[in-house]
């Protein structure tokens, strides 16, 4: 069994910068596919960014791309998103998620997920 626990959230400016982390416990999650995911209110939740085991692959919603990175640190068992030039539109619970076989966009997929941070952007 995996737990995930989410933190960083905040209220930012548009244009500001957060820095999500992810830090699993259970088991190493080295082995698994990492994810971001974001649900607004009154939307699906939607795939934001997601990183290969190895770190090696990383995919990006065409939303976010160019502004956000994610990462992660094996050693520490923990996943990062870096989030900059933050909009309004980006304004959301984010999810980290993981998966134990392949890369996906699909919240579906994944197993296992962390309780949700908050990250609200203003105007």
């Known amino acids: 069994q995996v737990q995930l626990v989410e933190s960083g959230g905040g209220l930012v400016q548009a244009g500001g910068s957060l820095r999500l982390s992810c830090a699993a416990s259970?088991?190493?999650?080295?082995?698994?596919?990492m994810a971001w995911f974001r649900q607004a209110p009154g939307k699906e939740r939607e795939f934001v960014a997601q990183?290969?085991?190895?770190?090696?692959?990383?995919d990006y919603a065409d939303s976010v791309k160019g502004r956000f990175t994610i990462s992660r640190d094996n050693a520490a068992n923990t996943i990062y998103l870096q989030m900059n030039s933050l909009k309004p539109e980006d304004t959301a619970v984010y999810y980290c998620?993981?998966?134990?076989?392949?890369?996906?966009?699909?919240?579906?997929?994944?197993?296992?997920w962390g309780q949700g941070t908050q990250v609200t952007v203003s105007s």
């Open positions: 990183i290969s085991a190895s770190g090696g692959q990383t």
């Open positions: 998620a993981a998966e134990r076989i392949y890369m996906s966009r699909k919240s579906s997929d994944y197993d296992y």
């Open positions: 259970g088991r190493t999650v080295s082995f698994y596919v």
